[in-house]
């Protein structure tokens, strides 16, 4: 018996080295000898081999395949329809495009990113699809397995197992039972690597109609944006997608731009056929719009339809109203206007155009809307008030709480808006009729000597200078009340939108300016009048303007000695006039200014031309 164990091992030994040898000769998957305890290490057989069997199965586009493939088909601008020229000269908008075509090239722009999608549950696996199990337990394996032509992977030391057809959800249990059948205490996962490749066709109005080649999980709209997207004459809304002879699904692209509505984007199949249609009608919305655009639309579709592609009205739009652009019989335009809601329901017609009209830019009437003033200043509540439409400054006073026990009624600032624009406009255009007025009388001026020369220039040198101080200047849009210093309430002047009322403190002081030796302001006594608060001063200069004093009024009106003048009366009329607190004098300079020499040189000019006068005269006569 002992020879027959011994012979009996000698064999098993024998044909365990003769199996080892032949699978190490022939470089078939081997599998590592250990210790009964370990776990089994199953070895994959060489990369090489599996590269080969993977080129001799369906290509599968991969992250850089597609951005190669985007480089290629990265296009120039789609050329301009024909609508499109037309909608754009009678809208007036040179940058009105087609709905799609930007958020398209978006798209295939993004196909260069890496696009890894997971994998659904029912998910079939087929030929071509690359597969990763791994196993641990009693058996150690990382594997990366090819389903093969006929429908199956191969897993070392198990063996062959159909997977075509399987739901990748159904994959673990499907492979665990096979393997089962050789390993026990093990567990399995079951992954998708690579998907395989397909080829599926684009016909039709396509940019690049013709075969594409798609990984496995690739819809419709991710194969039609492979080809280019739509043509400039293809439609966005009219896509179907055959198989066989089966129409499978029709797809509107306007639900995945507009609404992210994917639930007609099919899934693709091998050999799948997608077909673009020709471009259907088509309106323009442009105005007050979210998204202008040109847009194709529906049988039956609406004003309101077009509208809620547009993105609806913007906020300043007018809602009550659109302007509906028609072509009529034989192109010649016919423009409707629309009300709203009444005729949101209307049909729309190939090549109209709406416009939405913007709100905002137009000017009310003042009659008809609430005023917004602002009341600050000596009164109980200052603050913005928003006055009834027949309210007046009077109202917005008392709707503040009144004026407080300071409150000097008759200094009140009245500002408003379109008395500023109109100031604004009159004075720019005073300083436009001047300065030509300078100008001609500049151009026109002739210099007999040198030095008139040289004064001449001077002159206008220091003219622009003046000229461009008053350029500085802008208008208050201040509307003087003419209150007097006894008026209890202010006038009924009707408001308007944005004015401005403040009522200052009551001021104790009068101001004197100019040319006085010691300008500033004093104290305000009700006994004196002008003539004391200009001794208080120091009175005017040598070189002051004593005729042209005048009293600016804390009303706002002006009180002036050439108004107070006469033939026989010099010097400052306003001498004697009172004054109310808040008031300011100003005394002016001299502007004219010449010296006893410049005027003895003028009279005896004057005289020396009149004598010759005389002496021709004389000897005429003679």
Known sequence: MSRLRRNFVAICFGLSAAFAAYAQDSGSTQVDTAPASSSIRLRQEPAQQQQQDRRQLPYASSAADDKDNALLRRRLPPPVSEFERYARKAANEPDLRRFGYDLVERLQEDRSA???PSIPADYLVRVGDELVVTLWGSVDADLRLMV???????????????????RYADLPDVISRRV?????NFQVSVALGQLRGMRVYVTGFADSPGPVVVNSLSTMSQALLAAGGPAASGSF?????????????????????????RSADQILQPDDVIHVGPIGPQVAVVGSVNRHAIF????GETVDDALQMAGSFTSVADLNRIALDRLGNGNANRLLQLSLPESAAMPLVNGDILRAFNAGDLERPAGTQQKRVRVEGEVAHPGEYVMPVTSTVADAVRAAGGLTSNGYLYATEFTRESVRRTQQQNYERALRDLEADINTQAATRRATTAEEANGIVATTAVTKRWLDQLRELKPTGRL???LTPSSVELPDLALEDGDRIFVPARPTTIGVFGSVFSAGSYLYNPSRN??????????PKKGADQSSVFVVRANGTVASSLQESGWFTRGNALASTGVQPGDTIFVPEEMDKTTWIQNAKDWTQLLYQFG???AGIKSAVN
Do not use: C, H
């Not at 194709?296 to 049988?299: L, N």
């Open 114 to 116: 890496d696009y890894n």
């Open 148 to 166: 093969d032509r006929g429908g199956r992977i191969s897993i070392p030391r198990v063996g062959p197992v159909l997977v075509s057809g399987v």
């Open 180 to 184: 089962s059948q050789v390993f026990r």
């Open 237 to 261: 809304r009219n896509i179907v997608l055959r198989r066989g002879k089966t129409i499978v699904a029709q797809f509107d692209l306007y639900d995945l731009l507009l609404k992210g509505d």
């Open 296 to 299: 194709e639309i529906k049988r």
């Open 480 to 482: 003087v009340l003419n």
């Open 530 to 539: 002008v003539g004391d608060y200009l001794r208080l001063a120091g009175g």
């Open 612 to 614: 010759i006068g005389l």
